[in-house]
């Protein structure tokens, strides 16, 4: 008893300095602050195409109980989310990119995002549905570009259209640069052959893929692969020398038409992908006068198409007017300096050409394949210069 009074006294006299074994108000720890030492940024990729994205990350470290909050913003371009999402500019740009600590603005991390502007598509032979290819006759261009005495018309489809300056025919005489536009090889070099080829050609490219075409000649009946008849040369239209055509009459029969159904087809709308059009000798500048085959071009085929709707804005036509070689006494590049016109909707108005590459008539079968979506153009075509200088590009 004597032993308990002191530790009694205590308690009652100083109430205020003990608890006098009551722990509820014993002194607690405190929690230590928290602080942000560092924030770092991270965006994947670091570079990207413009209109591009890349995902951005922050890294946050600190002591204690810290916030891992942060917010984003960019600056020379861009936009970035609250996740760190990061669109490109629509132009060229270095691009800064900071993550800010929510809880400690003064720590910050970036990133640097290089923005490349997106190489523009390799140019292409725009796709068509109505390629027509008109066959003219032994003119050389320095005898056709800018003689509107001559060749008015012609010179109007040039002002309109596109003008290879620097295309040549590849031999003399005629029947070789036929084979060229339709094979890809000159075959023969005997203008009184008759001989059917097998070889690979844009017919047999467009039979195998179901693209339709018709062959219109002046002269000849439906479905006929003979001779010379008439006004008619058969090395004008080597299509009738290609065994795809010319061994299945069938074939023959569906695609070797009078020049009359051209007219009649264009009328109908029910003209094919591909038209390949033979005046006779006495109207594509063979045997008749210049004059009397730029009026029968313009007559017979330019005129009518222009009222076609695919010659027209928005459609997709594409007319080749060809020269088969130039006069015999120009033997550049094998069959002289020659002056094609391509004209349509699709091709670049009033352009001259501006490259220095040549041309010849394997370009042109490649240009016509392109067109028409064909695979692989045949022999010298697949490897020759593109001629997509002339059209219009999207």
């Given at each position: ?73 960019v600056t020379s371009g861009g936009t970035i989310n609250a996740s760190g999402l990061f669109t490109a500019p629509t132009t060229a740009a270095s ?151 010319a061994d299945n009459q069938q074939v023959a029969n569906a695609t070797i038409w009078p020049f009359s159904q051209f007219a009649t087809d264009l ?128």
């Amino acid at each position: 008893m004597k032993t308990l009074l002191p530790a009694l006294v205590t308690c009652l006299v100083l109430p205020a300095l003990t608890s006098c074994g009551d722990k509820s108000n014993a002194t607690q720890p405190q929690t230590a602050a928290s602080t942000i030492t560092s924030v770092a940024s991270l965006c994947t990729p670091s570079t990207v195409a413009t209109s591009a994205t890349s995902q951005c990350t922050a890294t946050v470290q600190g002591t204690g109980a810290f916030s891992s909050a942060v917010s984003w913003s960019v600056t020379s371009g861009g936009t970035i989310n609250a996740s760190g999402l990061f669109t490109a500019p629509t132009t060229a740009a270095s691009v800064d990119i900071a993550a800010t600590s929510a809880q400690d603005p003064t720590k910050s991390g970036s990133a640097t995002i290089t923005v490349q502007a997106t190489p523009a598509p390799p140019p292409q032979i725009p796709a068509s549905q109505h390629v027509i290819l008109v066959m003219e006759e032994n003119q050389s261009y320095s005898t056709i570009v800018g003689d509107t005495s001559v060749w008015p018309n012609f010179n109007n489809l040039i002002a309109t259209g596109a003008l290879p300056t620097n295309y040549y025919a590849n031999s003399h005489p005629s029947i070789g640069n036929y084979f060229m536009l339709t094979t890809g090889q000159l075959l023969t070099t005997d203008d009184n052959s008759t001989t059917v080829w097998n070889v690979d050609n844009i017919a047999r490219r467009m039979l195998s893929t179901g693209v339709s075409f018709r062959i219109y000649a002046e002269g000849i009946t439906q479905g006929y692969t003979g001779g010379n008849t008439g006004l008619y040369l058969i090395r004008h239209n080597p299509f009738a020398m290609l065994s795809d055509i010319a061994d299945n009459q069938q074939v023959a029969n569906a695609t070797i038409w009078p020049f009359s159904q051209f007219a009649t087809d264009l009328a109908n709308n029910a003209l094919p992908a591909f038209s390949y059009i033979v005046p006779d000798v006495n109207d594509d500048a063979h045997n008749g006068t210049p004059q009397q085959a730029d009026a029968w071009l313009e007559a017979n085929v330019v005129t009518p198409l222009s009222a076609n709707s695919a010659f027209q804005t928005g459609g997709d036509g594409l007319l080749v007017v060809d020269f088969d070689e130039a006069e015999d006494s120009d033997n550049t590049y094998g069959g002289g300096h020659v002056a094609p016109v391509l004209w349509g909707p699709i091709v670049q108005p009033g352009y001259t050409q501006t490259s220095t590459t040549v041309y010849q008539h394997q370009s042109m079968l490649r240009t016509m394949t392109e067109a028409l979506g064909l695979p692989n153009p045949p022999a010298a075509a697949a490897t020759a210069p593109n001629m997509t200088e002339f059209f219009v590009q999207k």
